[in-house]
């Protein structure tokens, strides 16, 4: 009924079909989960939680949460008289906001990672002139980063800071650190200072649930994660936290911060946790996984710098500056070539949030078309070829030269016969591996 919207629609899902989606963050939500999402669920207002709500007419709603948070409980292993689980939050920012505004009082402290150092914005970033996020403007923020040296967390450090610091709450959890965190010792560290640990695993969700990366549930006060990017769901969020502080993280969630809660999604949220307890969505992750290491191995092997030299996880991470090129123009580069990654800033980054020195890329999207080893080598190769490419193109320093610069290389870029040719290769490649 309405042309516009839908050739969006149509022109999204041809180059969804097109393209080799890299960006770690992202996945392809089975049908079943789009129809979930799609559905009437949309149309009611729910506040409050399941059998205690403000409105009329949800008895079903009602059974739908209650099974939502049945099924979260079960995939991760969970007891309800351990665990409470919310799933009301409407996306990953506000579910850490709800979470520390239920645990700590306006002003106390927090220690959290740092974002260059693959953090993430809503653990209170802040600049040293600037507090960037609401978390930053209502609570004490500190940040914990890096060796500089192994570019991997130093826990003796940050257990020393922890002592230095005295936070209420300690957060763990990025959106560019490619190795597995060591939760027992995050919790560990938590505990010696009288703090929650806050374990935010929205990327690695699904590599969880399908054992290919370790549960931080022994060991953490609470887990936030995100639903749509591993876990291959909608956009979405739950938080599981111990039953003695999930009444206030419920609460938090509603009436603090948000009003009704969207039932449609959390019914996709509800098919997602079914898929991924089937047997199928384990070799998925293990797969996720192998893919990644596959593709790591190949760009270490062509002398690229990945950050923490592999992945344990669904994500690589390659810091340019020692082949002299620039992110922004080998990200563009790339989506001429019809590949998607981030541009991304690395640890002890020189560069900016805009013009980084990294790019960032991931595996769980194309490893849902079906793609494997031999599908990675041949991504890696043209990936390489374009960096080859497009190596010596600098972004300029000045503003006035990077603007003209910007609009140059866009339009040289597009028509490249290299990065065309390579662009006609991913198309084929992607015609093998459909979407769900
Ligand atoms: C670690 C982490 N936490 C929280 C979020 C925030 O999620 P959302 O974008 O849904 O607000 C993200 C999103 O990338 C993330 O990676």
């Not at 008895?59 to 049945?70: A, G, N, Y």
């Not at 974002?115 to 653990?123: C, E, N, T, W």
């Not at 320093?397 to 910007?406: M, P, S």
């Not at 065309?420 to 198309?427: E, Q, S, T, Y």
């Amino acid at each position: 009924m309405d042309k516009q919207v839908s050739r969006l629609i149509s022109q999204e899902t041809k180059r969804q079909r097109n393209q080799l989606e890299m960006i770690p963050s992202e996945n392809y939500a089975s049908r079943s989960v789009r129809a979930a999402v799609g559905s009437v669920f949309m149309n009611k207002y729910a506040e409050g939680q399941a059998r205690k709500r403000y409105f009329q007419g949800n008895s079903i709603v009602d059974e739908l949460e209650s099974l939502c948070k049945t099924r979260a409980l079960r995939l991760f292993g969970l007891s309800e008289n351990d665990w409470g689980v919310n799933v009301q939050a409407l996306s990953g920012s506000p579910a850490n906001l709800a979470i520390i505004a239920a645990l700590l009082e306006p002003g106390e402290k927090i220690l959290s990672m740092y974002l260059p150092d693959g953090g993430h914005l809503s653990h209170g970033w802040q600049l040293p002139d600037k507090k960037v996020t609401l978390v930053s403007k209502i609570w004490d923020i500190t940040f914990y980063h890096v060796n500089p040296d192994s570019r991997l967390f130093d826990y003796d450090q940050i257990a020393k800071q922890a002592k230095e610091v005295g936070p209420k709450l300690l957060i763990s959890g990025g959106t560019a650190y490619p190795r597995e965190i060591d939760h027992a010792r995050m919790g560990a560290i938590a505990k010696s200072v009288g703090a929650y640990y806050l374990a935010d695993v929205s990327h690695e969700a699904g590599l969880i649930a399908g054992g290919a990366n370790t549960s931080p549930f022994p060991y953490a006060d609470a887990v936030m994660m995100t639903t749509h990017k591993t876990l291959r769901g909608p956009r979405g969020a739950i938080i599981f936290s111990k039953k003695e502080l999930s009444q206030a993280i419920d609460q938090s969630v509603f009436p603090s911060i948000q009003g009704g809660p969207h039932e449609h999604t959390i019914a996709g949220i509800a098919v997602a946790l079914e898929e991924a307890a089937a047997p199928e969505f384990m070799a998925y992750a293990k797969q996720v996984v192998t893919n990644a290491r596959v593709l790591a191995k190949h760009f270490v092997n062509e002398g690229l710098d990945v950050v923490g030299g592999g992945t344990d996880k669904h994500l690589v991470l390659i810091d340019l500056r020692n082949i002299g090129a620039s992110a922004w123009v080998v990200a563009w580069a790339l989506e001429y070539a019809n590949i998607i990654v981030n541009r991304n800033t690395v640890p002890f980054d020189t560069g900016s949030s805009v013009y980084p020195s990294g790019i960032r890329l991931g595996t769980p999207a194309i490893t849902t078309r079906g793609m494997k080893e031999a599908e990675m080598h041949l991504i890696a190769s043209w990936i390489m070829e374009v960096i080859n490419e497009v190596g010596d193109m600098k972004v300029p320093e000045d503003k006035e030269q990077r603007k003209a610069f910007i609009a140059k290389t866009k339009k040289e870029l597009a028509i490249n016969k290299k990065i065309l040719a390579i662009a006609r290769d991913v198309k084929s490649l992607c015609a093998k591996f459909p979407l769900p």
